[in-house]
C-alpha cells in the first residue's frame, strides 16, 4: 500500500489540467466541513436506499457522448455534492465502453444498482434539464419544488467538481483534499487493477511498495486520430506541470518515481531517462 498520496492526472497538451490527490491506502481524514457532510450522507445513503421513498440522482452513461474518465469522475464527484445538499441516492451507472464496477467498485456507500431493478432507472427524464439547473444552480422556487418531487433524474454531466455559488451547497475549501475525500468515499479500485498494478509496479521498480507519482500523458488528444512525432518539448512540459502540482502536495518528484501513463503508441515498451512508461497495449 501506498504511504502517501498517489497523484491520478489526465493531462491534454493544450495545457489543460485536472487533477486530484487519491491513495490506494486508507485515505487521511476528510476536512472540516466535508467530514461531518459525508459522514451524516453515509448513514442517510445506507438507511434509505432501498426506501419506497427514496429519491435518486444517477450518474450515468449509457452510450452516446459521455466525456472522457476524468471528466465522468468530476461529474460523479459533483453529483454527489447534490446528493448530499438534497437529501438524494446517488448511484453511478457506466455501461460504456464497459461496466464501471470493472475497474472501480463502491467504497463507503453502495452506488451500484445492486439490489434494484436498472430498468427503474434506465428511462427518460421527467424533469428537464433547464429546471434541474434552476433548481441545483440557484434554487428557483417553482424549479426546486419539481426536482424535489422527481423520483429519479439521470444525467451524464462532467461538471467541475469544485465548482461554487450552488445555492444551499456547500462550497469546496481544499480542492486536492476534498476531491481526495469525495473520491475515495465513493470508489476503490477493483482488486484485479490493484493486482495488475502491482505487477507493473514490481516489473519498473522491483517492488510493488514503492512510492511514486503516476502522471497520465494522453497525448492521443492532441493528434486527433494520427499520432505526430514525440517532441520533448511535450513531455518537458507534461513533466513540469507533474511537478507543479505534486509541489502543491508536498511531493519532490526529484526524490521518488515518476511513472509516465500514455496512450502515445511509440512510447509504449519505452524508456527514457528516469522515467518508467506504462500504457494499454493496442
Known amino acids: 500500500m ?16 485536472h487533477c486530484f490527490a487519491l491513495t490506494r491506502a486508507q ?9 461531518r457532510l459525508i459522514e451524516e450522507y453515509k448513514a442517510f445513503h445506507n438507511a434509505n436506499k432501498f426506501s419506497p421513498d427514496a429519491q435518486y440522482l444517477v450518474h450515468a452513461c449509457w452510450g452516446g457522448s459521455c466525456s472522457g ?3 465522468r469522475i468530476r461529474g460523479a464527484l459533483w453529483l454527489l455534492r447534490v446528493a448530499i445538499a438534497h437529501k438524494k441516492i446517488l448511484l453511478v451507472d457506466w455501461t460504456k465502453p464497459a461496466p464501471l464496477t470493472d475497474f472501480l467498485v463502491p467504497n463507503e456507500i453502495d452506488w451500484s444498482f445492486s439490489g434494484l431493478d436498472p430498468a427503474l432507472f434506465r428511462i427518460a427524464n421527467t424533469l428537464d434539464m433547464d429546471d434541474f439547473n434552476d433548481a441545483v ?3 428557483v422556487p417553482a424549479a426546486l419544488e419539481r426536482f424535489r418531487a422527481t423520483k429519479v433524474y439521470a444525467t451524464s454531466s462532467n461538471e467541475q467538481f469544485e465548482v461554487n455559488g450552488m445555492v444551499g451547497i456547500t462550497p469546496v475549501l481544499e480542492f486536492f483534499a476534498d476531491g481526495a475525500c469525495y473520491f475515495n468515499f465513493l470508489f476503490k479500485p477493483h482488486p484485479a487493477i490493484v493486482a495488475r498494478g502491482d505487477a507493473h509496479l514490481q516489473q519498473l521498480y522491483g517492488s510493488a511498495s514503492v512510492d511514486y507519482v503516476a502522471w497520465h500523458w494522453r497525448h492521443f488528444d492532441a493528434d486527433e486520430r494520427s499520432e505526430s512525432p514525440v517532441m520533448v518539448s511535450e513531455l518537458t512540459r507534461v513533466l513540469n506541470a507533474a511537478a507543479r502540482l505534486g509541489s502543491d502536495l508536498g511531493l519532490d518528484l526529484d526524490q521518488r518515481p515518476v511513472l509516465l501513463i500514455t496512450d502515445f503508441n511509440i512510447a509504449q515498451g519505452s524508456a527514457i531517462w528516469p522515467f518508467g512508461w506504462a500504457g494499454p497495449d493496442y
Do not use: H, K, M, N
Not at 27 to 35: I, S, V
Open 137 to 139: 444552480y440557484r434554487q
Open 27 to 35: 485515505p487521511a481524514e476528510c476536512l472540516a466541513p466535508q467530514r
Open 2 to 17: 501506498f504511504s502517501l498520496p498517489l497523484f491520478l492526472c489526465l493531462v491534454a497538451l493544450i495545457a489543460f489540467v
Open 69 to 71: 474518465t476524468g471528466d
